[in-house]
């Protein structure tokens, strides 16, 4: 009997059950937020004992589809700048391989701990510093009593679309503005090095959207979904082209995650445009806690603090793991709360 | 909703609900060849493109159809808060 490859996993009901139901919480979040709910899908394939790099491709294979369904029911609704999402999705597949190719440089001068290490204080340092401010935002525009009318644009990104670069001015929609396409190119670039990274691009690319080019919330994470398309693209090929997709997990997840990234994108019109900003503040600043309990594990392995007890390193994973799983039902929890109440109103 | 307009969604939802069907269980019968197929490398990267297209057009139209079934659909603008 022919047998699967040797790093591929047998499935059984219980593992594909526990796959789609990661893919639809992960779906949920990120067809309202535009990103986010990738991270959790590769250490839950990888609990199951899908080997990593088979995790990481499998599920970027499932994330363009995905990121696809989501942009196109958004657009139904006004809220994707395709123009906007296809440029920023293009430099960010610079970002993704500059990204890549970093962190190959990382793990054959520091072996895979270096390259955990340098993961997690990506995490600690971009979710700290982003998350905390879009959290902050969201919490300020939370108590602003017009803030279901339209966004004010901020200082940073009024000062961008003043600024006119001869030859590189693109006008974009959702900035009802033109903005210079140098701008554009290391905000994609660096969403492309988070994505190669932690997997999650959206990270910097919607509070980008928003912040230094003045895209209004809701726009900005739908526009995420196109970017999200064109880099899942393309980091697809490269990896399929290897021979690392293992396409029954990506499929199993797009199973559940169509289901999530629909009533994402559906519940992005009950809500405030403050609730995006909410539901990513909140689960950057949850997921940070996780990535740094193991900042101390991966310096242990690198001997550059005292080595720590087994049983500690592994309760350590464990409760990092549970954390990060927290974060994205914590998310998935206020958004259908949030949906709940806007049907009810 | 009307009584027919139910009709006509239900029957759309079952039907995409059977190529859903029809697709994964392609899935789980072909299970091995597919595997091996897709995991060959170089030109066959087509391979696990092409079929997350098919099912994401297929699926995806199962879900909103779904969805909307259900009763969950989106707020209209002109509804707004």
Redesign the interface.
Known sequence: M????TN?IDLYFLNVLYLFLVGFVGGLVSGFIGSGGAFVLTPAMMSLGVPGIVAVASNM??K???A??GS??RA???QVDWKLGIIFGLFAEIGVLIGAQVQEHIRNTFGDAGSNLYVSLAFVLILGTVGSFVLYDALKSRKDSNS?TEEKTGKLARWVQSIHIPYTMVYFKSLKAKVSLLFILPLGVATGMLAATIAVGGFIGVPGMMYVLGAPSLMASATELVVAFVMG?GG??KF?????????L??II??GS??GV??G??GT??V?PYMIKLVMGTIMVIVLFSRALMVPVYLSQLEMIATLDKGLVEILSTVSFAIMVFALSFGAVIILGAMWR??R? | MSTQKRKTKTIKLLLWGLFVVGLYVGLYIGEKPLVHWTAQGGWTFIGPIAIAFLFSFVHGHFTGEFWDWLGIKPKLSGDKK
Request: proline share 4%; aromatic share 16%.
């Open positions: 022919e047998s699967l490859p591929f294979c499932h363009f589809p995905k696809l369904v196109l029911k139904k609704f006004g279901d693209l697809t090929i399929a082209w290897s021979g690392y997709v293992d396409i029954r990506a499929m797009l199973a169509l289901f629909q009533l994108a559906i019109t009950y405030k806007g049907r109103a």
